[in-house]
């Protein structure tokens, strides 16, 4: 099985014409139900947040089989992702896509049981602490992106489990939990 | 016996004939009663070979495949009911009810992919990865659980391809012109509309008519990314799986 570093490849990716966007519309929803799972699992392994388009994104080509995604097909399979609820547009133009490989929901129960785990239940931690912080060593928090972040803390405001605020420097939110 | 002029002599000749017939026929039912003692006696030694064999018969393929060999000559289809005697003994209607059940799982899962048409050894190969109790399945398993299939009117056929044995497991009937191309498919996986014509002489009407039927059909895939920009149609069907694919 070919590896992209770590990662398995399934084995649709060696076949070329997978690389081609199917006319057939049977063919073509097996074709996009495949890519969507794969960028899914890669993102997921390598923690990924974001894909951009025009950028050198592993999948996007296979120098084995000498076959790329066309533009039109990269669009395709981010769009399908969208439209489920597992990715979003950052801008009109369709050029970067966040990926949400964890639902923001997920998110914010990831965070929720981290505050658990580490006895932080009523303290005070700045946002780029949660993410970057010892505590988040080893945790699928560390290196979250901040938009997907900041939204699953929004979530869990809204529940009323932590408070947003403003911090002292410049820069930096902070967030007091309240679980 | 001395031929004796005269009706005395008719009625002897008559008695004669008489006899004659008598141990005809009873030599003609000691000949049946003979072979029927022969085949109960052979029918005898074959279930004590099935008994004393049973494992290697569940564990050999090549084994199992003769053995199916000399129950025909016999006369005798362990498959024919999942009921007595062989069954029982060997569980062997189970082992091919199952595999059909396999089977029929295995193409419906591939059907998205290959259209509902798979390479046999390609079967095989995902059959045999399925099996936790690492009972080897041949070709031959297959033919044997895929012909039981289609008695049971599932539309599951086996149909030949150049050298290869695709299963059919869609209503889908491939005409000759369809044929042809998956045979010329198999040399490299895929063909291209200027290959069909030249190599079967057919004008760009009657290629692409076909390919397009394939097309819609879901048996062929169509790609666009090789550099010398012609057009390619790929057939899962005809290339196994497993090997990745790289042409130049």
């Known amino acids: ?179 | 016996m001395r031929r004796r002029p005269g009706i005395g002599g008719l009625q002897t000749a008559a008695a004669a004939r008489d006899q004659y017939r008598l141990v005809g026929e009873n030599v003609a039912k000691i000949r049946t009663d003979m072979m029927k003692e022969q085949l109960a006696t052979f029918r005898i030694q074959l279930e004590e070979f099935a008994r004393k064999h049973k494992n290697d018969i569940r564990k050999n393929p090549a084994f199992r495949s003769q053995f199916h060999e000399m129950c025909a000559k016999v006369g005798v289809d362990p498959l024919a009911s999942n009921k007595g005697f062989w069954a029982e003994l060997l569980g062997i209607g189970d082992f091919y009810y199952e595999l059909g059940v396999q089977i029929v799982e295995i193409c419906l899962a591939t059907r998205p992919h290959n259209g509902g048409l798979i390479n046999l050894q390609e079967l095989c190969i995902l059959l045999r990865q399925r099996k936790s109790d690492r009972e080897a399945v041949s070709e031959d398993d297959c033919l044997r659980a895929i012909s039981k299939l289609k008695v049971l009117g599932s539309g599951f056929e086996v149909i030949s391809v150049g050298k290869k044995k695709l299963v059919r497991s869609v209503p889908t009937e491939l005409n000759k012109d369809h044929n042809e191309i998956l045979e010329l498919a198999q040399a490299q996986g895929f063909v291209t509309v200027e290959e069909v014509e030249r190599r079967l002489s057919w004008t760009s009407g009657r290629a692409i008519d076909a390919l397009d039927t394939l097309l819609d059909e879901g048996l062929a895939m169509i790609d666009d990314g090789h550099r010398d920009r012609k057009r390619r149609y790929w057939f899962p069907c005809v290339s196994s799986n497993s090997t990745p694919v790289a042409d130049t």
């Open chain 1, 1 to 179: 099985m070919q590896k992209l570093g770590d990662f398995k490849l399934p084995h649709f990716f060696n076949y070329p014409p997978y690389f081609t966007l199917q006319p057939v519309r049977d063919t073509r929803e097996k074709q996009v139900q495949l890519w969507k799972d794969l960028i899914l699992d890669y993102c997921k392994t390598q923690k990924i947040f974001v894909i951009g388009l025009e950028e050198d994104f592993a999948l996007f080509s296979n120098p084995v089989i000498e076959r790329s995604l066309s533009h039109e097909a990269r669009e395709a399979f981010l769009s399908a992702l969208v439209s489920e609820g597992r990715a979003e547009w950052l801008n009109k133009g369709h050029r970067k896509c966040l990926i949400l490989w964890h639902r923001v929901q997920d998110w914010a129960d990831i965070i929720f049981r981290f505050v658990k785990d580490n006895g932080l239940e009523d303290s005070v931690m700045t946002v780029e602490e949660i993410r970057s912080g010892i505590e988040s060593r080893g945790t699928e928090l560390h290196g979250i992106d901040r938009t997907i972040l900041m939204r699953a803390l929004r979530v869990l405001e809204q529940k009323g489990k932590l408070a947003i605020f403003k911090g002292t420097s410049a820069d930096d939110e902070g967030v007091k939990f309240s679980m």
